[in-house]
């Protein structure tokens, strides 16, 4: 016979109860089944597990070695239970939170992996922003970004997955001199004045300082502006050219041209907690995220 979980629970509450009588009522079975039960427990450990009296039962010391580890290895199974049934279980609502227009999109898009479950959205700025609160358990799902060569693998309790790698590109004025080619060379703008957003706590902008201090020069950077709009009006006016993502606003005496050789690139992440409720879904997310970006280069 070998040892199971039930035979394990038997002997637990056996010296729970302290009786025969009270565990085999406990069990719904008979004091002579029970018995033989637990003699044939004891044959398989190899060794009398209790002392028996008129006043009920006792472990022995090869009872009390066992009843340790009995133990341990039920609350280690229930354990183990209750984080597989909270796993599986449907979240009461979806908490969601990101930077880009990914966010709203996939928070669109979360329906189709949790039927019926609400989803709460929000946007930040900052990408570390978006990961302290994941990583606190205030959101339940990030999409976020960084510039940086990390190892994603060793973020404490955070689990990541790489959505896609997207090459910053450069957005000028239409009329720029350079503006006719399909790509430039960082170094090439070394004399125009920069619009930069402000640090998002990733990375940004010293990967940028990085690029051009590898280009050979020191950008000029006068301007520091949050809303892109912003940014985009100065560059209408022939003011300063500006490091972008692909999907920058054009139009109106703008336009978006690649850097030659990828000098920045910025990575799309997404972020959950490995004990969050949408884990065992994560895969599915992903897959998700990356139609949605694909789709997005597509129209551009």
Known sequence: MDLELRHLRTVCLLADTGSVTKAAAALSTSQPALTTQLQRIEREVGGTLFHRGRSGVRPTELGEFVLIRARAVLLSMDDLMHDISARGASPTALRIGGVGQLT??????????????????RTEYSPKLVTDLVRAGRLDLGTTIDYVDRDLTTDGPLSWSMLAVDPLHVALWADHPLAEKPSIHLEDLADNSWALTPPDGTGWPECFYVACQRAGF????????????EIRDLIADRRAVAPCQSDFDTGRGVVVRQLEGAPIQLRHLLVWRRDGPVSQAADRIARVAREIIGRSAEKI
């Open 104 to 121: 709203v999109e996939l928070s669109g898009r979360l329906p189709e992996v949790f039927p019926g479950v609400p989803v709460h959205v």
């Open 218 to 229: 020191s950008p000029d950077v006068p301007y520091r502006l949050h809303d892109r709009s």
